[in-house]
T-cell receptor
């Protein structure tokens, strides 16, 4: 069975500093996709970044980058130059299939990030 | 990105009544929609997967007679919480994928249900 582990229930970071949110996953599939979502207090799920299991380079989207360590089965999210608006819950998720295109998303328990001014 | 609209965003109802939540894909056809439930400070848990024109597939432990899911068109799926009780109070959120899926699922804004 697939599983996502986020070991940090809560994190604090000073504004303008970088922060790494940890995520490890467990799957026997060779083809899968890894996703990070941001959930502010309003509840909406905001897609941040995607990494395919066959992608050789780490994904980047603006201030977000994904540190993909396939052998260690980790997919940590790095947020550079934190902003107050980054305060939210962050969920790591996985989906089966090439490009993460099959089945449902399996979520980790989330990490609550608080950015301090 | 594609837009998924969920309605209502908040609903308060009395115990014993039924509540319908709609999930619409506004600018694409959603062959598959997923319904999740989220308790406070917890993760999203999949309730069911609905495919257009067929019966929904429910996850283990989810009562299909209590949580009725209908996916009658390629742009609309509904979740009806029947005979709601206070323990059904939760945040319900849908997501949808297109037929030409690249992996990303598009989420609705979520619906917060409070049963008194």
């Amino acid at each position: 069975a697939q599983k996502i582990t986020q070991t940090q229930p809560g994190m604090f970071v000073q504004e303008k500093e970088a922060v790494t949110l940890d995520c490890t996953y467990d799957t026997s599939d060779q083809s899968y996709g890894l996703f990070w979502y941001k959930q502010p207090s309003s509840g909406e799920m905001i897609f941040l970044i995607y990494q395919g299991s066959y992608d050789e380079q780490n994904a980047t989207e603006g201030r977000y980058s994904l540190n993909f360590q396939k052998a260690r089965k980790s997919a940590n999210l790095v947020i550079s130059a934190s902003q107050l608006g980054d305060s939210a819950m962050y969920f790591c998720a996985m989906r089966e299939g090439y490009g993460g295109s099959q089945g449902n998303l399996i979520f980790g328990k989330g990490t609550k990030l608080s950015v301090k001014p | 990105g594609a837009v998924v609209s969920q309605h209502p965003s908040r609903v308060i109802c009395k115990s014993g009544t039924s509540v319908k939540i709609e999930c619409r894909s506004l600018d694409f056809q959603a062959t598959t929609m997923f319904w999740y439930r989220q308790f406070p400070k917890q993760s999203l848990m999949l309730m069911a997967t609905s495919n257009e024109g067929s019966k929904a597939t429910y996850e283990q432990g989810v009562e299909k007679d209590k949580f009725l899911i209908n996916h009658a068109s390629l742009t609309l799926s509904t979740l009806t919480v029947t005979s709601a009780h206070p323990e059904d109070s939760s945040f319900y959120i849908c997501s949808a994928e297109t037929s030409g899926n690249t992996g990303e699922l598009f989420f609705g804004e979520g619906s917060r249900l409070t049963v008194l």
